[in-house]
């Protein structure tokens, strides 16, 4: 799985931000072509700044249900203090999403029309809500938003259009 096109500078300057974005967008339109029933139970997304340690990822996801939403990111240990060898992930932009948070990022989400009744799923309701409130939203995701994108698809748009937040 690639996430697009390759870069004109390969060894230079990139935006960081726009990675994780990116990834979450291609891997979930990637998956809702090929059905959500093939979603892992895990899914880590990892930049070149990240260390994890697989033994101990693996034990630790051993003890979550892959079908509560739920997202990891930044310093996680095992428990704390601890060795720097047993870090399941550490540092970076990396994070981890269980199935459920996926296929709650890769569902679309209609806020504008009446195929879906938002009312009925607290999910696309909290994101209608979010998206129609402009004062809340510091970063005006609402410019990228079409009705019947996911919550995935924006991730992409506003990655890839909105500039470069940080680089590195």
Not at 1 to 27: D, E, Q
Not at 58 to 73: C, F, G, H, M, Y
Not at 92 to 99: F, L, Q
Not at 137 to 155: H, I
């Amino acid at each position: 799985l690639t996430l697009g096109k390759a870069k004109t500078n390969p060894m230079g300057w990139h935006c960081g931000h726009a990675r994780p974005g990116t990834g979450i967008g291609v891997l979930g339109r990637w998956y809702r072509r090929h059905s959500q029933s093939s979603l892992p139970d895990f899914i880590l997304f990892v930049d070149d700044d990240n260390l994890y340690n697989p033994y101990f990822l693996q034990q630790r996801l051993q003890t979550e249900d892959p079908s509560i939403p739920k997202v990891w990111a930044g310093c996680l240990k095992i428990d704390f203090p601890t060795p720097p060898h047993r870090f399941w992930l550490y540092g970076g932009g990396g994070s981890i999403w269980s199935r459920a948070s996926m296929e709650r990022a890769i569902q679309p989400i209609h806020c504008n029309s009446s195929s879906s009744a938002p009312e009925d799923d607290e999910f696309e309701k909290h994101v209608c809500h979010q998206l129609n409130h402009s004062n809340s939203l510091l970063l005006q995701e609402q410019k990228y938003w079409r009705d019947g994108m996911s919550v995935s698809d924006l991730m992409y748009e506003f990655a890839n259009r909105n500039g470069c937040i940080y680089s590195d």
